[in-house]
């Protein structure tokens, strides 16, 4: 979830399209137009309608430093976990597949019996969702808050301090998902690598990656990635080619575009000012108008006491600039067949049959007790409309997420699904 950087890379400015060329574009199909596909023997599920399920094996009680280890249990206890009822309850909405994230800093800093607890632990959550009849994608997310286990010391490079460890571990989990079944789990050994678009270290360190989970388990479907976050940039500047020999393979991009309104109110976006006190951004755009968002972007500074007037009045000014660029767009729904157009395109060019390319998150942040954020209406037609060109293209997708704050429950306790976002996705609400 790494915001993009730029106006033009946010709103779309890019060569016009047509409304006519746009839809057509989105709808017309590309299986026919494809020849042999690279790395996509028809091994392993077939991917089309998935949700992940963080913070299963997430939000960890790491030690602060200058340790390096957790406590045990390394996972917050209170943390929302699925039942077997939940997972049931997935598989009756139209769900084929839930998408499990798994932070690998406990699994690579218990050793021996405690470890093997960890992976029997995960052995036992994949089982949990085969048996409710939901394929498993099992996604190694490295959590880039940690002060340890952490990408940099992981996956940024293979001179990395534990790269070395890191694909051990990729290739042990890859090996007991082969052991389970073969043809209904998939291993996603990296999340949103952190290297530049087209950057060559990425390349090396997913070749090298892929090799170690390859050579552990023959015939399991692996995915692979661009660098950029996952992002459609990376994605076109990854050459699958010389990745042909580690099929089957399914290829994963992110997808929150545009960004001021996913991730409005998101309170851990830092690194930028203004979501801070984003809200009231509507979607589509014509939605709502600039001066209502401003004046509830307004009411959200004025009351936040933690920021300094003068911190405030400049992410003020920027918020204003943004959120100008975002009404003088005017993005719609094919703000998104436009953006996704260059996922066709790259897979068009490279043969890749569109029902192997997963996108692996998309979503947006929700109005409730924790974040004032997007409406619920405004929320329910952005997903809807996202949800209709991603299938539109062929692709497939997995929903981000089942619990907290981008979640398909509307809270963490009664974990009742949401029924506008159900609809939206094009699902059933459960028995």
Known sequence: MRPSSGPAARYGDAPPVTRRSALAAALGGLA???????????A?????????????????????APRTDYAWPPFQEQRPVPTRDDLHRLAQTGLDFIRIPVDPGPFLSFEGTLRTRLLDQLDAAVAMGLAAGLDVVVNLQINEATHHWN?????????????????ALAAEIARRMRAIHPRRIVLEPVNEPPQECGSPVWHTVQREILSAARAAAPGLTLTITGGCGSMVPGLDALDPAPLRSFGPLVTIVHFYEPYLFTHQGAPWMRGEPIYRALNAVPWPSSAGSLEHTLAAVRRRMAADRERRPADK?????ETEAKLREYFDAQPDRLFLVHGL???RDWAQRHRIDPGRILIGEFGALRSDARYVAAGAADRARYIRDLRETIEGYGFGWAFWNLFDGFGLVTDDVSRAFDPAIVAALGLRMPN
Do not use: D, M
Not at 32 to 42: D, R, S, W
């Open 313 to 317: 009045a400049a992410a003020y000014a």
């Open 341 to 343: 157009s260059a996922v």
């Open 151 to 167: 990408g940099a010391r992981l996956i940024a490079g293979p001179q990395a301090p534990s790269f070395p460890a890191y694909k």
């Open 32 to 42: 026919a137009t494809l020849g042999p596909a690279l790395g996509q023997e028809q």
């Open 44 to 64: 392993g599920p077939k991917l089309r309608r998935g949700i992940s399920v963080w913070p299963w094996f997430s939000l960890t009680t790491e030690y602060p």
